[in-house]
């Protein structure tokens, strides 16, 4: 168990609409990464944010924004969803805002199936 | 171009038996370091190892370790006595500081353990 948690672990929902995925970084860590794992893409990087403030952003969608709360805890919001979407998304943690030893922990996932 | 190389997308290895899964990068920042994650099928993303560019010796993280080939730019992960837990799938990673340190991911290699 990383200490990282995310919620729903799995999600079906349909074309057209808005989903809200949740994580709880690991206790003491100041970053929030989103990543989106699809079967032919790979892992993905989304955004990131630390300490509250969007730190980096990767392949994020314009149908996609994130925020990071006061608390730490991070969503992502998925709206006007498309099949493509379905993937599985991960949330991971890290003590730090970067640097080369800043190990990111990963929550066990989101799975959302767009149907 | 292709930053992280994972050259074998499948391997079967005898339980017991010593497992080298392939890993090369390409950067030209002095400065790096390379990670290797597990994801069992269970779809979590479990870190295993770290190894930094200035690292004089190479990682090991008990039946774990990494064959840090820098003049080759290679990092292979070694896991010695394998079992059957170890079947999963296998993600070498960079993070340099000219990419932000944002973790750069390899397609990875797909390991299953024969009883």
């Known amino acids: 168990d990383s200490g990282v948690t995310q919620t729903p672990k799995h999600l079906i929902t349909a074309t057209g609409q808005r989903v809200t995925l949740r994580c709880s970084p690991r206790s003491g860590d100041l970053s929030v990464y989103w990543y989106q794992q699809s079967l032919d893409q790979g892992l993905q990087f989304l955004i990131h944010?630390?300490?509250?403030?969007?730190?980096a952003k990767g392949n994020i969608l314009e149908r996609f924004s994130a925020q990071q709360f006061p608390d730490l805890h991070s969503e992502l919001n998925l709206s006007s969803l498309e099949l493509g979407d379905s993937a599985l998304y991960f949330c991971?943690?890290?003590?730090?805002?970067?640097?080369?030893?800043?190990?990111?922990?990963f929550g066990p996932g989101t799975r959302l199936t767009v149907l | 171009a292709q930053k992280i190389t994972q050259t074998q997308p499948g391997m079967f290895v005898q339980e017991k038996e010593a497992v080298t899964l392939d890993c090369t990068y390409d950067?030209?920042?002095?400065?790096?370091?390379l990670f290797w994650y597990k994801q069992p099928s269970s779809g979590e993303m479990i870190f295993l190892i770290y190894q930094g560019s200035y690292d004089q010796q190479n990682a090991t993280e008990g039946r774990y370790s990494l064959n840090f080939q820098k003049a080759r730019k290679s990092a292979n992960l070694v896991i010695s006595a394998s079992q059957l837990g170890d079947s999963a799938m296998y993600f070498c990673a960079m993070r340099e500081e000219r990419s932000n340190y944002q973790l750069i991911w390899g397609a990875g290699t797909k390991l299953i353990i024969k009883p």
């Open positions: 950067t030209s920042d002095p400065s790096y370091g």
């Open positions: 991971a943690s890290s003590a730090r805002g970067g640097g080369l030893t800043d190990t990111q922990y």
């Open positions: 944010y630390y300490n509250g403030e969007e730190r």
